[in-house]
């Protein structure tokens, strides 16, 4: 046992250590400027899987011209919620042509959300203002990514210098923007993984 607590304890001395050096104290700007997109298929099979992404597009055709132009979180927020009836009836559309009746429920708020890679950028854990639209139960595997600024459409994401000048745009600085793009120092992904550890630790 005492072996044990000794091995937990160096264990959390080195993830102490090494998340210590690393660069910090830019993720909360980050937080409190995007919103993110959180797409909940009904389950898991194959028909309601290929529904959500179909429904994911549509609603990524309503959103990114409505958020091309935006400054803000607020902004961004304010305009979703403006047109929730119309990102509604668009997924509702897809659903319909797809010869099926689940319901869609769109929830705007904070969630939590696990560290998010992808090809251009990586998104820490941590609670973040999302648009969440449920398909049906909404069982099934989600689909995350960045609403505002609108950086990803389908299935890809944008490339690293227009997610750059997208985050700059949007208020970041430098700094603030390289912790998720990494533009110089590949360590965020790594860093993200061991607070999400050490999270788990406690």
């Given at each position: 046992?005492?072996?044990?607590?000794?091995?937990?304890?160096?264990?959390l001395?080195?993830?102490?250590?090494?998340?210590?050096?690393?660069p910090?104290?830019?993720?909360?700007?980050?937080?409190?400027?995007?919103?993110?997109?959180?797409?909940?298929?009904?389950?898991?099979?194959?028909?309601?899987?290929?529904?959500?992404l179909?429904?994911?597009?549509?609603?990524?055709e309503?959103?990114?011209?409505?958020?091309?132009?935006?400054?803000?979180?607020d902004?961004?927020?304010a305009?979703?919620?403006?047109?929730?009836?119309?990102?509604?009836?668009?997924?509702?559309?897809?659903?319909?042509?797809?010869?099926?009746?689940?319901?869609?429920?769109?929830?705007?708020?904070?969630?939590?959300?696990?560290t998010?890679?992808?090809e251009?950028?990586?998104?820490?854990?941590?609670?973040?203002?999302?648009?969440?639209?449920?398909?049906?139960?909404?069982?099934?595997?989600?689909?995350?990514?960045?609403v505002?600024?609108?950086?990803?459409v389908?299935?890809?994401?944008?490339?690293?210098?227009t997610?750059?000048?997208a985050?700059?745009?949007?208020?970041?600085t430098?700094?603030?923007?390289?912790?998720?793009?990494?533009?110089?120092?590949?360590?965020?992904?790594?860093?993200?993984?061991l607070?999400?550890?050490?999270?788990?630790?406690f």
């Open positions: 046992m005492n072996n044990r607590l000794l091995t937990v304890s160096l264990i001395c080195a993830i102490l250590l090494v998340v210590g050096l690393m910090v104290h830019g993720e909360a700007a980050v937080y409190n400027t995007v919103v993110r997109l959180h797409v909940l298929a009904n389950s898991d099979s194959e028909e309601d899987q290929t529904l959500k179909a429904v994911r597009d549509a609603v990524l309503v959103t990114s011209p409505l958020l091309t132009d935006c400054k803000s979180q902004e961004a927020r305009i979703l919620e403006a047109h929730t009836g119309e990102i509604q009836a668009a997924a509702e559309a897809v659903i319909e042509r797809a010869g099926r009746e689940d319901p869609v429920t769109i929830l705007f708020g904070m969630e939590d959300y696990p998010r890679d992808y251009s950028f990586c998104f820490p854990e941590g609670e973040y203002l999302s648009l969440r639209v449920c398909i049906g139960e909404g069982a099934g595997q989600n689909w995350w990514c960045c505002f600024p609108p950086l990803c389908g299935s890809a994401s944008a490339s690293k210098q997610a750059e000048d985050f700059i745009r949007v208020g970041l430098p700094s603030q923007y390289k912790i998720i793009t990494e533009s110089e120092k590949p360590v965020y992904r790594v860093r993200f993984k607070l999400e550890v050490f999270r788990g630790l």
